[in-house]
Each structure stands twice: as structure tokens, then as C-alpha cells.
DNA sequence: TCTGGGTGTCATATA
DNA sequence: TTTATATGACACCCA
């Protein structure tokens, strides 16, 4: 109970924080008075989602106390933890067997594990806080030989109840005051909540200093101190510390206490009386966990408490009612669900990787590992508790709104059909609805009105909305919006970092300054650079162009770059052997010192292939010329000079590879302009895709409400309306229908149910042709 | 040792 | 047909 309690509390503390990291808020309170989906199924998924070793220990260990639960579903997968805890218990506190086993017999002849749960799931125990349960064996409970279990690493047999008594004893009472809850309370309910660590949503989990605390015991364990002396002064922290963890179900309990094996073992009275007083099982129970504390916790909850209630939806006012809360919770589940899939592998990541002063690492302990990041997806989060498919304006939803809040209400008639039924009978909706939008509608739905928003929303919106929109419509500008999906989609090819690219030049400009480079000026012909361009700038780099769309031929472009000087390349491996030796530049002091020998040696390092062939070859001019003068000046050259065959083969290809490793050079610049300028695309389309969507929700909003107007007008025009006797027309008879000029008439309902059908078939078949 | 990014080169397509 | 250019693919180097 209580566990659970703190568990659904914390968990959806995580799941708020979840949220508030994509800028979507939830108010822990509301949850909880809510009857929303069960929590632990959001955060853990489907009881699939627990995994098949827990059910199969939590099984096992049950079995070897003689209990075989029938079946261990959600609910009683959490009952059967509990009756385990008291099982044990009473097993730690050496009550006797028989006595126990009387006690189990007198308590339970059904022999099988309730399989009934409150429908809340927080009141999973009758007040007398055992179960219903005994084992197959008419109702006796065996206990699991404790020589199966000595070999285990923990001394279970023989420390607990005393310990737990010696404890009590002791300890000051840390609860604050007004607190009901005693040391032994506190204690105990710190072992009980420890118990669901298995379930993988124990406080650990949250708590970052409370696995360090963990860590500590550990230490202490391990190191076999005997901390006798300070028990008593450390009180309730110190018996928390002194917990040992089944490392099969993750059950705790308290190490050995000085002094608990020289105590006598409890009746099984006390025992009972202790496992009550510290399991206050049903719905008044108190439960120390602060829950507002808790939502206080969270960064993003740091609003007036009055606010807090509207911030489970940005759609929708906080005056709904509790029906349209699940409403909001159904239109938050489906957004979470559409980005689970991108987003949760990387969220975890992000929560991960937060650095360590990060309060939501340091406070919440997002650690790796657990279950709730680990495995268990928004998507089936959204699914555990979603089955039911509520668009966000469905008819039972959106009804409910009416029906609270207008007066109209009482004149709809009882007998025959619900005022939705009667305005959708008609083609009122048809008038105020385009047919395109009612194309969703159920042909077997009876005479309802077909809901054009539901549709809507099914189709288009849920699958629309991103976490870019919902970055957005949570006030998030859209750089913000783009880096936050840009960190949850770390994955993806393209980087949508626009930070670190030029985005905030035109393509004309990219263009432009691309053509002005044209097809020269890069080059790593050593012959052509000075000695200091030499010294680190060697033409192209990818880095600088990126950021500064440099120019191939203006490397002292670089200084704008300090840190790029030594980004940069010698791509010497095409040299011969020879020069490949010390193909290392020498540092520009050296240079600069050095003799022209040095400076000709390094020259000579620096010459491409093709430069170490044209020398070979003895070929009269600069491979510069070479490549880079036009076709007739080439021919010309050549034409000066009598060159052999081999030369003038040599010659041509040096002038086609050079030509073509600049080509490669502006091939790739462009491909590297193209990516940009489509990534600056993709933000600009986002940033309209959100507003769009903004203002689609705004328009589906005012659409609504413009419903509600439309139903209450036809309610009040058609209960005005006299027959010749002066009655009232039945609404199962009759409906109102506008007619082309504006006029109103009153039609019978077939008639009017026949042409509803009859628009309603339009958008089908225009959309079949 | 592996990996990603940068580069040169070749083959091929296209203008 | 020749030339220039563009681009994919590959290999190599380097951090």
C-alpha cells in the first residue's frame, strides 16, 4: 500500500520529469484524484513489462511457503508481493509454525490468492493486512526448508524480529511532527518499501543519496564491520542502513543487530500487530511521502498550485470536467505515444548524461539500468492504459462538457434520444461541419452525431504533433524546439544542430560565394604556396568551410579561425616512398630558421605525386599551368616545347587529375552546402509545421465551442416549439433542419435521418472516385 | 585496433 | 569527337 503509493507518486514524478524535459507538464494531485490509466502501468508498461524472471522468483519463493496463487496478474502480482513480506515476516520473527499455520488456516479456507483489487490499485489489502491466502494443501502454509535458503549470502534464519524490536527501542521518532507514523514505522516501511526494488521502480531508483547509501551498506557488509556501538545513536537511519536485499525478489530486511539474537522471539500476536501498525492497509492510511513536496520537487512545477491543474493540456481550460481530464490525459498519451519512438532511447540518454550538478540526475537518480528508462517505452506506457480509443473531441467525451455545465440539459427528452442524437440527426452538423469532416463517422452509430473533431484528430493531428510542436505550444522558441529534437534524434544522419553550421547565410549567398570560387585556386601543389601557407593552411578544410564558407584559394581566411591552423591535412601518401619518410612538417620555427636547403627539402616533401613525376620526367613548366590554363593556352604551351610522348601523356593526365580532384573538391563543398541548406529547411518547415498545428488546435477549440452553441440554440428552438394542441414536440419524432435559404423547418426524424445518412455517404464516395 | 572524416583518384555520365 | 565538369565509389591517411 504504501510502496505503492509512493510508488505511483514517484513514478509519475519521473514521468512528470519526463515530460517537463519536452516542455509538457503534469500535476502529480490531479493525477492521483484521477481515474486515469494505473500509473505503474504507464511508467512499467503492461504487467508484460514485468519481466518473466520477476514473476517467475516472486512464484518460486511463494511456492516454497506453500502458496500457489491461481494467477498473478497486474494487481496481484503486487498483492502476492506484499503476502510474501508478511509471510516472511513472520517467518523472520520466528513465530512458530504451528502457529502460523493455524493462524493461516483459521484466517483463509479458500486457499487461493484474491484475485480482486480496488479498481484504484491503492488499496490492495484487506485491513487485516494478510492475505487471503493458504497453500493447496487445505489451507496450510509450508514453510520453505530454511536450509535451501542458507546459501544465499544473508543470514535470514535466525536475525529478524528482534532486531527489528531492538531497533524500535532505541531510535528518536525522525517523522516530522502531526506525523503518525513512529520510528518503527518509518523502519518498517522502509524495509516493505524496499521490497519493490524488484519491481524496478524502487525508491533507489529516485533517490540518488539513497544509493549511495546503499553503496555504503554495502561497504560495510562487506567489510564485516561490526557496528554495534553505533546503532542505537543513529536510530531509524541506521537501521535503514542496515538492510540486506533478497537478491532473488529483492525483499529487504534488516542485517544483524547487536543483541537480536539474545532476544526472544515475538508471539505471533505482537508480530501481527507490528506488521499492522506498520502497514496501515486500506484507503485512510497514511502515507508519510509528501506528495506535493514531491511535485515541488520538479523544476518544471515551480507554478502557484492553482495553476497547476491546467497544465496537464495545453489544449484544453482548466474548467473541464474530471471526464474531460481523462480526455486530456488520453490527447497527452497519445502525443507521448507518436514520440516514443524517437524519443526514447535518446531521453534516456540525455537524463543520463546530464552532468553531475544536474538536479535531475542528482535529485532523481534517472540512472541507467533501471526498468523505467531501460524498457519500458511511452509507447507502451500509452498503450497499457490507453486501450480504449478516445479521439481528443470524441462524442462521449465531448458530450460529457455539455451535459455538466448547461442548463439546457433538463430539456432534452429521457425518452427517446439524447440531445446529441437529435442535433446529430440532423443536418445542422452538416451545415456548421463540412461533409469532408464528417467523414470518420460510423454508418452503425445510430442516429449520433457524427463527430467531425474526432475524426480530425484521429487522422490528422495525433499523428502530426511533435515534439517540436509540443516544444512550442509549451513556449519553447523554436531554436530551443530544434536543439531539443536535434539532442533527441542524436542519431540521425543529419545534424539539425544549426549552431554549427552557417545556417544564417542565404543559399544565395552559399551559392555565390561558391561561384566566385569557382573551379581554382585549391591546390596542394606545394610550388604554388609560400612558405607560410605551408606552415598549416594548406587549402581546403572542412571544417573551415563549413563554418566559414571559406574559398579554396584564400586560406589566410583561416586566422579568423585561430584553432584551425593545425586542422589540415598533408596528404603526402601519394608521394614516393622516399619523401613518405619524414613527410612530417617541421614546426614553422624551425622554418623560419632554418636554411634554404631546409626550406627546398620541405618543399620538395610537400610535392604531390604528380609534382615528383612532371620533375622526374623533366617536364619544362609548373603543373599549376598545367591544369589550371584554358584549352588554348595548354595547347599552346605544349605546342611551344618538343615533349615526347611519354611527357605529353604525363602532362594530359596531371591536368585531368588535377581538374578532377578541384572537381572532387566542389562536388563535395556543394554536397555540404546542399545538407545545410536542407537542414536549414527541415527547421523552417518545422517551425511552420508547429504554428500550423497551433493554429489547428485553436481553430478545433473555437470549432467546439461553436458546437456547444450550436446545440444549445437547437435545443432551445426546438423545446419552444408547439404543435397545434400546444405540445411539445417529441425529439424522436421530429428534428429541425436548415434548409438552403436559411429557413428552418421541422421535418420528421426519418426524413432527417434519411438525408443525414445521405451526406454522409457523399465525401465516402467522392473520396472512392 | 577501430572508426569517422578528409582527400585524391578513377570511372562514368552529362553538357 | 573532344573537352570540361559532376559525381559515385574506392582507397588511403590521419586524428
Known amino acids: 500500500m504504501l510502496s505503492l503509493k509512493k510508488y505511483l507518486t514517484e513514478g509519475l514524478l519521473q514521468f512528470t520529469i519526463l515530460l517537463s524535459l519536452i516542455g509538457v507538464r503534469v500535476d502529480v494531485d490531479t493525477y492521483l484524484t484521477s481515474q486515469l490509466p494505473p500509473l505503474r502501468e504507464i511508467i512499467l508498461g503492461p504487467s508484460s513489462a514485468y519481466t518473466q524472471t520477476q514473476f517467475h522468483n516472486l512464484r518460486n519463493t511463494l511456492d516454497g511457503y506453500g502458496i500457489h496463487p491461481k494467477s498473478i496478474d497486474l494487481d496481484n502480482y503486487f498483492t502476492a508481493r506484499r503476502l510474501l513480506s508478511q509471510v516472511r ?29 480496488p479498481s484504484s490499485g491503492l488499496a490492495l489489502e484487506s485491513s487485516s493486512g494478510l492475505q487471503d491466502v493458504t497453500g493447496p494443501d487445505n489451507g496450510t502454509m509450508t514453510r520453505l526448508d530454511r536450509s535451501s535458503h542458507s546459501g544465499r549470502g544473508h543470514a535470514k ?27 518503527q514505522d518509518i523502519d518498517l516501511i522502509d524495509i516493505l518499501w524496499r521490497q519493490d526494488i524488484d519491481l524496478g521502480a524502487g525508491r533507489e531508483i529516485f533517490d540518488y543519496s539513497h544509493r ?14 561490526e557496528q554495534e556501538d553505533t546503532w542505537p545513536g543513529e ?25 537480536g539474537e539474545d532476544q526472544t522471539a515475538l508471539s505471533l500476536e505482537e508480530c501481527l500487530r507490528l506488521l499492522e501498525a506498520t502497514c496501515p492497509f486500506g484507503e485512510n492510511a497514511e502515507f508519510p511521502t509528501d506528495i506535493s513536496s514531491i511535485t515541488e520537487a520538479v523544476p518544471s512545477e515551480s507554478e502557484p498550485p492553482g495553476l497547476q491543474n491546467n497544465l496537464l493540456s495545453p489544449l484544453l481550460t482548466g474548467t473541464e470536467s474530471p471526464f474531460d481530464l481523462e480526455q486530456q490525459w488520453q490527447d497527452l498519451m497519445s502525443i507521448m505515444e507518436m514520440q516514443a519512438m524517437e524519443v526514447n532511447t535518446s531521453t534516456s540518454e540525455i537524463l543520463y548524461d ?27 506506457a500509452s498503450l497499457g492504459g490507453c486501450s480504449q480509443d478516445f479521439s481528443l473531441f470524441s462524442p462521449e467525451v465531448e458530450s460529457l462538457p455539455v451535459a455538466g455545465s448547461s442548463t439546457l440539459l433538463p430539456l432534452v427528452p429521457s425518452n427517446s434520444t439524447s440531445l446529441n442524437s437529435t442535433f446529430g440527426s440532423t443536418n445542422l452538423a452538416g451545415l456548421f461541419f463540412p461533409p469532408q469532416l464528417n467523414g470518420t463517422a460510423n454508418d452503425t452509430a445510430g442516429p449520433e452525431l457524427p463527430d467531425p473533431l474526432g475524426g480530425l484528430l484521429d487522422e490528422a493531428m495525433l499523428d502530426e504533433i511533435s515534439l517540436m510542436d509540443l516544444a512550442i505550444e509549451e513556449g519553447f522558441n523554436p531554436v530551443q524546439a530544434s536543439q531539443l529534437e536535434e539532442e533527441f534524434d542524436s542519431d540521425s544522419g543529419l545534424s539539425l544542430d544549426s549552431s554549427h553550421s552557417p545556417s544564417s547565410l542565404s543559399s544565395s549567398e552559399a551559392s555565390s560565394s561558391f561561384s566566385e570560387e569557382g573551379a581554382v585556386g585549391y591546390s596542394s601543389d606545394s610550388e604554388t604556396l609560400d612558405l607560410e601557407e605551408a606552415e598549416g593552411a594548406v587549402g581546403y578544410q572542412p571544417e573551415y568551410s563549413k563554418f566559414c564558407r571559406m574559398s579554396y584559394q584564400d586560406p589566410a581566411q583561416l586566422s579568423c579561425l585561430p584553432y584551425l591552423e593545425h586542422v589540415g591535412h598533408n596528404h603526402t601518401y601519394n608521394m614516393a616512398p622516399s619523401a613518405l619518410d619524414s613527410a612530417d612538417l617541421p614546426p614553422p620555427s624551425t622554418l623560419k630558421k632554418g636554411s634554404k636547403e631546409k626550406q627546398a627539402d620541405f618543399l620538395d616533401k610537400q610535392m604531390s605525386r604528380d609534382e615528383h613525376r612532371a620533375r622526374a620526367m623533366k617536364i619544362p613548366f609548373t603543373n599549376d599551368k598545367i591544369i589550371n590554363l ?44 546542399t545538407i545545410l541548406n536542407l537542414e536549414r529547411d527541415v527547421e523552417d518547415l518545422q517551425r511552420d509545421k508547429a504554428r500550423l498545428l497551433r493554429e489547428k488546435v485553436e481553430f478545433l477549440r473555437s ?57 454522409e455517404r457523399k465525401p465516402k464516395d467522392r473520396r472512392k472516385a
Not at 89 to 109: G, Y
Not at 717 to 740: C, I, M, T
Request: aromatic share 4%; charged share 25%; glycine share 8%.
Open 89 to 117: 515476516a513472520l517467518d523472520r520473527f520466528q513465530v512458530p509454525t504451528t502457529e502460523v499455520n493455524a493462524w493461516l488456516v483459521h484466517r483463509d479456507p479458500e486457499g487461493s490468492v484474491s484475485g480482486s483489487q
Open 157 to 183: 534464519g535466525s536475525r529478524p524480529l528482534n532486531s527489528l524490536v531492538a531497533g524500535h527501542r532505541v531510535a528518536q521518532p525522525p517523522s516530522a511532527p502531526g506525523s503518525r507514523a513512529s520510528v
Open 212 to 225: 549511495q547509501k546503499e553503496q555504503d551498506v554495502d561497504k560495510e557488509l562487506r567489510d564485516g564491520a
Open 235 to 259: 536510530g531509524a537511519e541506521a537501521l535503514a542502513r542496515n538492510l540486506l536485499v533478497d537478491g532473488e525478489t529483492g525483499e529487504s530486511f534488516p542485517a544483524q543487530v547487536p543483541g
Open 354 to 380: 546530464a552532468p553531475p550538478g544536474d538536479p535531475l540526475s542528482t535529485n532523481y537518480s534517472l540512472a541507467p539500468n533501471t526498468p523505467i528508462n531501460q524498457n519500458v517505452s511511452l509507447h507502451q
Open 630 to 673: 584554358p584549352v588554348e593556352e595548354f595547347n599552346e604551351l605544349l605546342s611551344k616545347y618538343q615533349l615526347s610522348e611519354a611527357q605529353l601523356s604525363l602532362i594530359r593526365d596531371i591536368r585531368r587529375r588535377g581538374k578532377n580532384k578541384m572537381a572532387a573538391q566542389n562536388c563535395r563543398k556543394r554536397k555540404l552546402d
Open 703 to 759: 470549432l467546439r465551442q461553436m458546437k456547444q452553441k450550436v446545440q444549445s440554440l437547437y435545443q432551445e428552438v426546438f423545446g419552444r416549439l408547439r404543435d397545434e394542441n400546444g405540445r411539445p414536440y417529441s425529439p424522436s419524432q421530429y428534428a429541425l433542419q436548415y434548409a438552403g435559404d436559411g429557413s428552418v423547418l421541422l421535418i420528421p426524424r426519418t426524413l432527417a435521418d434519411q438525408q443525414a445518412r445521405r451526406q
